[in-house]
């Protein structure tokens, strides 16, 4: 049987051996699911960068530039990290540089890895779909907040390894942590979430309809992933 | 209210501020069981190092000496780190030197704090106790198994979160997670934890004695902190 584990932050991520895995990068608040929504609605690639300003260069590019640091949109970008900016369409066949606090580090930390993917609720089973029919293992790593465990991201990690019980073994405590405690509150994410710190963050600056729009599962048919040029596309 | 958080390894222990706080050092399987079960039996103090090398030289200034790693006594070491080897009170009276693979390190990452305890099933009650009898903030550090989260020591962080409830708030996504899974799982603990990636690596060594010690609530009134020498006593 395959196997599944889960690093709850980037500064953990050098403890596993990333070779020939999959890589599920999750950033539920909100890198990963914005990229995600934004590839969903037409969004043609996404370049993910760690860095603000390396981020901010692409404008003369010709790329529609995101950045988010803290929660809020960075001085000068024309996109902060907010998923329902993209739904309506706005951005068909659009370019985006995107930058954020913790998400896009993570990805970063990801490349050793056979193969990247981007996690989120609204795509879930797609993902899901996508690695049963690898023979890989498979590490979720999530994004975090700024080294810490969030709960948000630990929880996708639990639907994660709960919906690949079928094929991938939790060989590790992380997930089978995780997958237990999605079995106690995966009924009622929204509510158990509204707990966790970050929600709590996010709903200072106003963005309810961004949380709702992040739990909701399964709204899209596809998988999105790191190519070869190091662009996130949809597959 | 007062607050209290939960780290799960000593890899992001720099991440969280001590000062003022108590820190619950926790190392399940089994340095802190040993640590509680030795002063429990009549051990009269015990110094923890962090170092291999530096805790063999105590021999020769009177200390028994207690040294694990990988979950083997080391080598040249008279006692290992079984919390059964104190309990028929051959050791009363002694000073005892002790180094592990994980949880003295995990100690001496905690010396910021105001105060440092060692938790241990078998002393949870008496440990809450004496917490709550102070107005000081909690901060549950898990030593975890070579930098990686692990399932005994934060559902030991989760049971004594649950216990502090009436005094101290979770303020943090670990503390909630924990709590919450705990809730779940701690009615049947050791079915639980026998999926534990460090339990099946204790029960290839064949101590399942120790790993019912270690799981067994409340045999204990004693507290066990670090007093301003370094040394672990009973309170």
């Given at each position: 049987m395959r196997k599944v584990e889960v690093c709850f932050s980037p500064e953990l991520i050098h403890l596993f051996d990333l070779e020939g895995k999959i890589v599920v990068v999750v950033d539920i608040f909100r890198a990963t699911s914005t990229m995600v929504a934004a590839l969903a609605s037409g969004v043609e690639e996404i370049i993910p960068f760690a860095d603000l300003e390396a981020c901010r260069l692409m404008q003369d590019k010709g790329f529609l530039i995101g950045g988010e640091r803290n929660g809020l949109t960075a001085?000068?970008?024309?996109?902060?990290?907010?998923?329902?900016?993209?739904?309506?369409?706005?951005?068909?066949g659009c370019k985006l540089a995107m930058t954020t606090t913790n998400g896009t580090q993570a990805i970063e930390k990801s490349l050793k890895a056979e193969e990247v993917l981007i996690g989120a609720f609204p795509n879930l089973k797609a993902t899901v779909s996508h690695i049963q029919a690898q023979s890989k293992d498979v590490l979720i790593h999530c994004a975090g907040w700024k080294g810490h465990f969030n709960l948000e991201d630990s929880l996708y990690a639990g639907a994660l390894v709960k919906s690949l019980e079928s094929t991938h073994e939790s060989s590790e405590d992380g997930a089978l942590a995780m997958s237990m405690l999605f079995e106690k509150v995966g009924h009622n994410l929204k509510g158990f979430l509204s707990q966790a710190s970050h929600a709590k963050r996010l709903q200072n600056h106003g963005i309810e309809r961004d949380i709702d729009f992040c739990l909701t599962?399964?709204?899209?048919e596809i998988v999105v992933k790191l190519d070869d040029r190091g662009f996130l596309v949809k597959v």
């Open positions: 001085p000068g970008f024309e996109m902060g990290n907010s998923p329902v900016a993209y739904l309506d369409g706005s951005y068909v599962l399964d709204l899209y």
